[in-house]
């Protein structure tokens, strides 16, 4: 096992294109890294460049305490596991496993040990015989877990290993995933661009966007602070809502207003975030998470902190223990590039109406014993702690302790 | 119903259609099977009978067309000598081609294309245009009269094809299984033989039977290389016969169908690994 350490790594492709610009990375021994971001952000590129099979441009990677840049990959005492399984077809699944090892002149018990070891570990025991083609895909996923399991590497590497199974093998492949890694302890740099997988699997969690490293924090921090509009709106699903408020104090205390609504702000945000009170008087993008909304009628939370504010749900969607509530709110949507880009690769899971004029569409999650239909009319609660704060132009969380001078 | 009558399996067409469809494949079959079935009917016939009774069967049946050709030393003999120059031509074709695709398929050079082309131009020179100078040059190496004069040339003209073929195998196998190769340790020579050739079974199999065919039937080169009649190929031999009985031609049909049998039975043997799916499992299906 090691540490895997990126200094400021670029990839340039031929033709200028810079696909990876400067990443700064340290993954810690027996840390599981995921790196997450939208299509074509570097995230693919940046793993390649650790197992060797791309070219760094400029830069370091350090695996362990060896500077491997002109290492072959094989040298690297690495092991990935590929999107599409990449299994040898004309081999057994027992050969498949074994192969890595006979190339590296191991001797047959040891491999026959490791291979029934691996095989055991993942239940693929009574398949050792067959070949890949008379296994389902989650049984080739689980062969292509154990060829990398059976190499003992320093490192796993995982690109996208779970997104050709179906929904409900995925789930359970990503518990099974969680507790091998609980038990082999080995350092773990994973990449998806599926959020859920992100937060569910990462120790720690890395956001990449245009090959520039966004935010590296645990999945609680990255969805708690987020240090600007693109990780704030790709993180998180139904995606935070966003809307153009003014900040404004008052003898009444502190409070930021938007669309027509107005909601106290309290003294202890100011206290989480330095810097807050410059904005005062001025405009700045609100972000509010779904899950901070709640219906009044059905919400404990009565007590201080919870803003009330009434809106007409136009869309419901109900999925047994919560609906999402959509409304619409007299603002215009917030167009800043970061939120368009993290919308873009979200899930497609939001509905987009066509909105007339100035108005934008937001998402509350609530307990689904409030029952609110279509076209009702409902009181939601808002948890007035958890409002985050992004400039206007920069698009930065404001407060951020990464911010703080930039 | 009275609309049922209109109810067709949307892929049929009509039972217009299926005759037509029917009528092709017996009309192309014919092409095929007459002739043959004339050689196989007239072989038993005496040469008397094939010119009264071109069309009608055997009356009597004569085996024994059959039996001398079965029982003669120069025809086992000139069998032998196809046989192993068809081998070690589909080998040194085969092993060649395998490698120059490998590297047309999975490396990028300068130059690639242009090369590439250039071993495909290959496929358009005839081969009667190149028996002159290949003499010459054959005679200049002393490989007249000497299998390697046959095998190598027949080798080099199988090229073009084999690799065109082949490439377009390796292509299609995906690049992850060769990085997965090169991550558990392959060298690209390992990957090309441990991993790329066992994948590309099929389409080995497929360009080892056109080898071998090709071989089989080869007429010209072996006339011109071969003067001593201890090496002569199968296709040679028809022609000796023909000199030999030339108003034997039922003989000569006994020896068509004889030297065609081991050709068939090789091709229903190969023709399994024809059909086979070329990466199944591998990747997500």
């Keep these: 096992m090691a540490s895997i350490v990126l200094n400021s790594v670029d990839k340039i492709y031929a033709g200028g294109v810079k696909a990876v610009n400067g990443l700064n990375l340290e993954i810690k021994d027996g840390e599981f890294m995921v790196l997450v971001g939208p299509s074509g952000c570097g995230k693919s590129t940046a793993l390649r460049m650790i197992a060797g099979l791309e070219d760094i441009s400029g830069g370091e990677i350090v695996i362990g305490d060896r500077v491997v840049n002109h290492l072959p990959p094989k040298d690297r005492d690495i092991a990935m596991v590929f999107q599409n399984y990449a299994l040898y077809p004309h081999m057994t699944v027992e050969e498949n496993l074994a192969f890595g090892l006979k190339l590296r002149k191991m001797p047959k018990s040891e491999i026959q040990k490791r291979v029934n070891d691996a095989a055991r570990m993942l239940g693929l025991e009574q398949y050792l015989k067959r070949k890949p083609a008379a296994l389902s895909g989650g049984q080739r996923q689980r062969v292509a877990m154990g060829r990398a399991i059976v190499r003992e590497p320093q490192a796993f590497l995982m690109d996208e290993p779970l997104s050709n199974l179906d929904a409900k093998l995925r789930v359970s492949m990503r518990a099974s995933l969680n507790q091998m ?226 | 119903m009275s609309t049922s009558r209109h109810k067709q399996s949307p892929t049929s067409g009509g039972p217009l259609r299926s005759l037509s469809l029917h009528t092709i494949v017996v009309i192309t079959a014919l092409f095929v099977a007459v002739p043959l079935v004339y050689a196989v009917l007239g072989g038993f016939k005496t040469t008397r009978q094939l010119s009264s009774n071109p069309i009608g069967l055997p009356d009597p ?162 006339l011109v290389v071969f003067s001593d009649d201890g090496l002569f190929t199968i296709p040679l031999g028809v022609q000796q016969f023909q000199g030999q009985y030339a108003t034997d031609v039922a003989r000569v049909m006994a020896y068509i169908v004889v030297a065609m049998l081991p050709a068939l039975g090789f091709y229903a043997v190969a023709e399994r690994q024809l059909v086979s799916g070329l990466t199944a499992g591998a990747v997500k299906g």
């Design chain 2, 61 to 222: 049946w004569m085996p024994e067309n059959y039996g001398g050709i079965l029982a003669s030393g120069p025809f086992w003999r000139m069998l032998w000598n196809s046989t192993y120059i068809a081998v070690l031509t589909t080998l040194v074709v085969v092993a060649v081609s395998a490698l120059a695709a490998f590297v047309f398929a999975r490396f990028a050079f300068r130059g690639r294309e242009a090369l590439f082309t250039m071993f495909a131009a290959g496929l358009m020179f005839p081969f009667a245009v190149a028996i002159l100078p290949l003499f010459v040059l054959l005679r200049m190496f002393g490989l007249l009269d000497n299998p390697l004069g046959v095998i190598l040339p027949q080798a080099a003209f199988g090229m073009p094809m084999t690799i065109i073929i082949l490439r377009g195998f390796f292509r299609a196998i995906p690049g992850e299984i060769e990085e997965a190769a090169i991550l558990d340790g392959c060298t690209p020579f390992g990957f090309f033989w441990r991993i790329l050739l066992p994948m590309a079974r099929p389409a080995i199999a497929t360009v080892s039977v056109l080898a071998v065919v090709n071989s089989w039937n080869q007429f010209m080169l072996p």
């Design chain 1, 181 to 406: 890694h609980e038990r082999l302890g080995v350092t773990t740099v994973y990449v998806t661009h599926d959020q859920v997988e992100a937060m569910t699997l990462g120790d720690r969690v890395c956001v990449l966007r245009d090959g520039v490293l966004q935010q590296v924090d645990t999945p609680q921090n990255l969805f708690d602070n987020p240090v600007n509009l693109f990780v704030a709106g790709f993180m998180g699903s139904p995606a935070m809502n966003f809307a153009y408020a003014e900040l404004v104090r008052d003898n009444g205390g502190a409070s930021v207003a938007f669309a027509g609504y107005r909601l106290p702000v309290p003294d202890s945000t100011f206290a989480e975030k330095p810097g807050l009170d410059r904005y005062i008087g001025r405009k700045i993008i609100l972000g509010i998470r779904p899950s901070d909304f709640e219906d009044s009628g059905s919400a404990s939370g009565n007590g201080a902190g919870w803003a009330r504010i009434p809106v007409r749900a136009t869309v419901t969607e109900e999925l047994g223990s919560e609906i999402n509530v959509l409304f619409t709110i007299d603002a215009p949507p917030v167009e800043h590039k970061d939120t368009v880009a993290a919308a873009n690769d979200g899930d497609d899971e939001e509905t987009s109406l066509p909105l007339t004029g100035d108005k934008s569409l937001w998402t509350a999650r609530v307990n689904a014993r409030s029952h609110v239909r279509p076209g009702q009319e409902i009181e939601l609660v808002v948890d007035t702690h958890n409002l985050h704060f992004f400039d206007v132009d920069s698009g930065l969380s404001i407060g951020h302790e990464a911010n703080i001078g930039r």
